[in-house]
């Protein structure tokens, strides 16, 4: 029993760190010259490929903690305030549409597109006006891209833990 527990708090922490390595690999990648805002999402993959295989508190926690550890190391307030907002409504909307016919890679796509409404609506707050919302779509497009191939990762992934996990029982 404690040999589980312990494994379940390795796997956390494992997923962790490389949530916030990630994101850390990903602020080294400037994307800005292309589209002002965008960015990979490279460690929403950990959070989808939790969603799958741990339960959805744990999920949920490695998103809130890598975006704290990450806004605190390489951001400000206002990027935690964004990576928030956009974070919780994309989980929880990936956690609502997880259990329905939609796939891994449809679930990522929708985290994508819900992440950057996020922080739209962070951003329309912040600038104290509607007028960023002209520049949804770009994001959108953008999220559904970035969701899709992350969404395409993590199926490998998923795919993968599961064909282990078979093979030891």
Not at 39 to 62: D, R, T, W
Not at 90 to 103: A, D
Not at 106 to 125: E, K, P, R, T
Not at 141 to 149: D, K, R, Y
């Amino acid at each position: 029993m404690k040999n589980n527990k312990a494994k379940k708090i390795a796997l956390f922490g494992m997923m962790v760190a490389l949530a916030f390595t990630f994101s850390y690999f990903e602020s080294l990648i400037p994307l800005d010259f292309v589209v002002p805002g965008v960015k990979l999402g490279l460690a929403n993959l950990v959070v989808v490929i939790a969603l799958y295989l741990m339960k959805p508190g744990e999920a949920f926690s490695i998103a809130i903690i890598r975006i704290f550890l990450a806004g605190l190391t390489f951001g400000n307030v206002y990027s935690i305030a964004y990576s928030l907002c956009g974070g919780i409504l994309s989980f929880l909307v990936m956690y609502l549409v997880r259990k329905t016919k939609l796939s891994v890679i449809g679930v990522s796509m929708l985290g994508g597109i819900c992440h950057n409404i996020g922080q739209i609506i962070v951003a329309a707050i912040v600038m104290g006006t509607s007028r960023i919302a002209y520049y949804l779509p770009v994001l959108l497009v953008a999220g559904l891209i970035t969701g899709l191939l992350l969404g395409v990762i993590s199926k490998l992934v998923i795919e993968r833990f599961e064909k282990v996990k078979r093979n030891k029982t």
